[in-house]
């Protein structure tokens, strides 16, 4: 059975205090009308959302994934609350964003300061993850994501495009220079960048011919930190994006192996901010955005 928005607020207010009593005092209830409105939920749901204890309450996982929907929900009728008095434009409250690790350490860390910076009523929650996260579901605003594909039901806006590098030390390359030279890149050691554990092969596109690398790497990470030292160490050559490893290779500490080649890895060559479709997009979300346009463009 549907439940109704107040209900679905009542039991965010209960997810994120993790106390009925610290819940009842925010929304101006007893204790125990607020346990009842808990246990009617629970009853229309046909389904345990709560764990009771004496001192606290936690969540099921049928809670948490109620609580999701909830969090969500709130804000929802928060920003049309706003949109209704005319305070939609302003620039303040919580932005909830996703990115890769990487991505997000070397080119969102520094934006996002000097986003802060000029916008100090705006506050950040940032997770780092690499598994692409359901902007449809999980209580995110805002999703930056190297992708080929896009997610359907999804607005995606365009920050700007990566070259994928395929990267070994100057060592490396010594070592393995016939090799290199002849296309022949099978027996070179080879880092890998994974999502997951399942690897993609990269290909090497390199006048008009496809250079296979291993299909089994000797490395295989979804930290790029590791990769990264890998190649530099000498153990391994390895593909990483532009933006990671530019530094490097001016600095001489890496050497791009195929500089006039494309690099295929399957994960895409264009960075994308996502959120959810709708005129109720608050502008805390749409300044940040247009921000990173901005300066991606520079």
Not at 87 to 98: H, Q
Not at 104 to 120: D, F, Q
Not at 150 to 171: M, Q, T, Y
Not at 255 to 277: C, K, N, S
Request: glycine residues 6%.
């Amino acid at each position: 059975m549907n439940l109704d928005a107040n209900s679905l607020i009542i039991f965010c207010h209960v997810a994120k205090a993790g106390s009925l009593s610290k819940a009842a005092k925010a929304l101006s209830l007893s204790r125990s009308a607020l346990s009842h409105r808990i246990k009617a939920i629970e009853t229309r749901l046909g389904c345990q959302l709560l764990m009771r204890t004496t001192r606290r309450v936690g969540l099921t996982e049928a809670g948490y994934r109620l609580a999701a929907h909830a969090d969500r929900m709130a804000d929802i009728l928060k920003d049309a609350n706003m949109l209704a008095h005319g305070l939609n434009e302003d620039t303040s409250g919580l932005v909830r964003i996703s990115a890769p690790l990487a991505l997000g350490a070397v080119w969102l860390k520094p934006l996002l300061m000097s986003y802060m910076k000029a916008n100090p009523r705006v506050q950040v929650d940032l997770r780092f993850s690499e598994q692409a996260v359901d902007i449809t579901s999980d209580p995110v605003d805002l999703a930056i994501r190297v992708a080929s594909q896009l997610p359907e039901n999804v607005v995606a806006r365009k920050l700007f495009g990566i070259s994928w590098r395929l990267c070994a030390s100057p060592d490396l390359a010594g070592r393995y220079a016939v090799e290199l030279a002849a296309g022949d890149l099978q027996t070179v050691p080879l880092a890998g960048f994974a999502r997951s554990r399942q690897f993609v092969q990269p290909v090497i596109q390199q006048s008009g011919k496809k250079l296979q690398c291993p299909a089994e790497p000797v490395l295989l990470s979804n930290d790029l930190d590791v990769v990264r030292e890998s190649a530099r160490s000498s153990l391994c050559m390895a593909v990483m994006p532009d933006y990671f490893v530019d530094e490097d290779i001016a600095a001489g500490r890496l050497v791009d192996l195929y500089p006039e080649a494309r690099v295929d890895v399957g994960f895409g060559e264009q960075v994308y901010a996502l959120h959810l479709p709708g005129k109720l997009l608050p502008a805390r979300v749409r300044s940040l955005i247009t921000f990173l346009a901005q300066e991606s463009a520079k």
